[in-house]
Structures are given as C-alpha cells and as structure tokens.
C-alpha cells in the first residue's frame, strides 16, 4: 500500500537561507509523487510532479525536488527563500496512473523569516 | 480559481442534521472528487466519480454520500453531521494543467458541526 511520510510539521528558515522539505514514500508500484502547496484560506496549488521521466523534477516558483529511488524520498528543495514561501506543503503519491486518488502526507508548515 | 466552485463556502450545521456540500465545475471533467482536510491528517478522500452516476469509495466514507447526476455538478452529503465531521472539504477535478493531467482543487468548504 502506498505512504507518505513528511518530517517535520513546522520548518523555519531565514529569508535567503536554503528550503528543504522532507517526504518519503511508501510504493507497491512505481510512485507518481507530487507536492502541493497551500496558501492560507485556499485551496492546492501543484508545485510539481515526478511520473519517472527525470529525476530532478522543476516546479513553479524555482522549487525543484529531487527523487532518489534508493531512499525512498522525494524532498522538496528552493535555494533561496522569500517571504511569500510561507505556507504549507504537501507531498502526496498517486494510488495509480492516470488517477487522482492521492494520498497526501500530513503537511509541513514553512515560516519565512525576515 | 476558474473551473471549480464550491458553495457554501463556510457552513455552521448543528450535529445530527443533515448537509450537502456542491461542487460545480465549468469544464466538463470526467473525474471528480472529494477530500477532506484536518490538521495532522493532511487530506484523505471521502469519495470519488468516474462519471455521471459512477462513484466509489475512498478512505474515509463512512458517514457521507455523494451523487453525480451531471457532469458539471458533484455533491457530498453528511447523512447525520457529527462533530467529528467538522472540516474543511475540498472538491478536486482531473485537468491539464502545466504538468499535464494533474488534481485540481476547488476553494474548499469549512464545515463546522455543533
């Protein structure tokens, strides 16, 4: 059955330092693996996704996320942080190509500080 | 965002009456689903449709229903609403987006039960 584990609930970094976000996964099948972010009082936005093409995957707002099959992880990385990062993230695994069943990890909450 | 509308988008019910929650969307999309979120849990899927009339089950049913009979309009009812039903629920849609197909999320609905 398929997993998500993201460590940490809450990350805190200063504006500028280096973001990383944990998620590892748990995959009976070749995982299509995402992370979502969510501003507050909305809805998901994907930041992006891995469907196994490459293993470094470019999302939107230069977050990237790098999948490492031997790891079991696909963290969630932005070399500098700005204050607008600030939100929660989402790693989630897909139950299946070509569906959107997901199941999502618990969150991580990114504070930006000045 | 365009595409996905759900109503209301706040909701105070009191516990044992009944609740309808809708999700419309503008964009003719087969796929259609609803989650819900809770700190801790990240979200989890309470139910999902394939098309009109085709839906199934996800991972936290009991207690809710649905019913699709058009495309555009997807409805999550809680039978008997219980304080442990209070949530934000979140109505997602299968689209193209700049990934290609991905889950497209809905503004979401706070639902309070007491």
């Known amino acids: 059955a398929q997993s998500v584990t993201q460590l940490g609930s809450h990350v805190s970094v200063s504006e500028g330092a280096l973001v990383l976000l944990r998620c590892n996964y748990s995959s009976s099948v070749p995982p299509y693996l995402f992370w979502y972010v969510q501003y507050p009082n909305q809805g998901l936005q994907l930041l992006l996704k891995?469907?196994?093409?490459?293993?470094l995957v470019k999302g939107i707002n230069g977050f990237e996320a790098e999948f490492k099959k031997s790891e079991t992880s696909f963290h969630l990385t932005k070399p500098s942080a700005h204050m607008s990062d600030a939100a929660e993230y989402f790693c989630?695994?897909?139950?299946?190509?070509?569906?959107?069943?997901?199941?999502f990890g618990t969150g991580t909450r990114l504070k930006v500080l000045a | 965002d365009a595409g996905i509308t759900q109503s209301p988008r706040h909701k105070v019910t009191e516990t044992g009456t009944p609740v309808t929650l809708r999700c419309h969307q503008t964009e003719n999309h087969r796929y259609m689903y609803w989650y819900r979120q809770d700190p801790g849990h990240g979200l989890r899927l309470i139910h999902y449709s394939y098309g009109v009339k085709d839906t199934d089950k996800g991972e936290v049913s009991d207690g809710y229903s649905v019913s699709r009979s058009k495309t555009e309009d997807f409805l999550l009812t809680l039978e008997s609403a219980t304080s442990s039903q209070t949530s934000v629920y979140f109505c997602a849609i299968g689209r193209t987006g700049g990934f290609g197909t991905e889950a497209f999320f809905g503004q979401g609905t706070r639902l309070t039960v007491v």
């Open positions: 891995y469907t196994s093409a490459a293993t």
């Open positions: 989630a695994v897909s139950l299946g190509s070509g569906t959107y069943k997901y199941i």
